[in-house]
């Protein structure tokens, strides 16, 4: 198994552009997040989802969109790319959801920067 | 909003000694969860507690879900040059809203 695996690494952006951070998971989970890290700082939830075609706001979800259309992939969107979206994003996949056996899985991370 | 708050925000050992970190939230949590994450690298989940009071051993790590299930620490025995990284517990709170805290840095001098 690969794991939680995102592309790009890492991606320079200008104000305004657009993008799509890529997250895949081959452990069947059903439940993805997306988490952006600044420097210095804990994880901020963004967007989490509970299962194909479900998803719900995290703690900073201003400035992203996402979609689940298959239980692997949730891609994060980016519309407007702001110099305030600089960071490092994580995405993450569990099994379940507030059990005893829920365990998050990271992915390696996109080191997004905005010019 | 939440916030799950660490201290020390960063630590400088000598390798052998024993270390210890905790984590205090505003809200009552459901679970608590210890992660480690090393430069560039996601967080990788050391320790999981899910019942008020229960003290969980990992090697040389162990963690406690504080009583009042507002708190939890992490002790770190023994350090060896491997445990450098930061620290970040976790969990979802009674909203099941899931919440990083703000790290502890470990810097352990050979």
């Known amino acids: 198994n690969a794991g939680v695996t995102q592309t790009p690494k890492f991606r320079i952006l200008k104000i305004g552009q657009s993008m799509t951070l890529q997250c895949t998971q081959d452990?069947?989970?059903?439940?993805m997040y997306w988490y952006r890290q600044d420097p210095g700082m804990g994880l901020k939830l963004i967007y989490y989802?509970?299962?194909?075609?479900?998803?719900d706001k995290g703690e900073v979800p201003n400035g992203y969109n996402v979609s689940r259309s298959t239980t692997e992939d949730f891609p994060l969107r980016l519309e407007l790319a702001a110099p305030s979206q600089t960071s490092v994003y994580f995405c993450?996949?569990?099994?379940?959801?507030?059990?005893?056996?829920?365990?998050?899985?990271f992915g390696p991370g996109t080191r997004l920067t905005v010019l | 909003g939440q916030q799950l708050n660490q201290s020390p925000q960063s630590m400088f050992i000598q390798e052998g000694e024993d270390v210890s970190m905790n984590c205090t939230s505003s809200?009552?949590?459901?679970?608590w969860l210890w992660y480690k994450q090393d430069p560039g690298e996601g967080p990788v989940l050391l320790i999981a507690?899910?019942?008020?009071?229960e003290l969980t051993s990992n090697g040389r790590l162990t963690a406690q879900f504080g009583i009042t299930r507002k708190d939890s620490f992490l002790n770190i025995s023994a350090s060896i040059p491997s445990d450098v990284g930061i620290y970040f517990c976790a969990g979802p709170n009674t909203g099941n809203q899931f919440y990083f805290g703000t790290g502890t840095s470990l810097t352990v001098i050979p």
């Open positions: 507690l899910y019942k008020a009071g």
């Open positions: 989802s509970v299962g194909a075609g479900i998803t």
């Open positions: 809200s009552i949590f459901n679970t």
């Open positions: 452990m069947n989970h059903n439940y």
């Open positions: 993450a996949s569990s099994r379940t959801w507030g059990s005893s056996t829920d365990t998050q899985y």
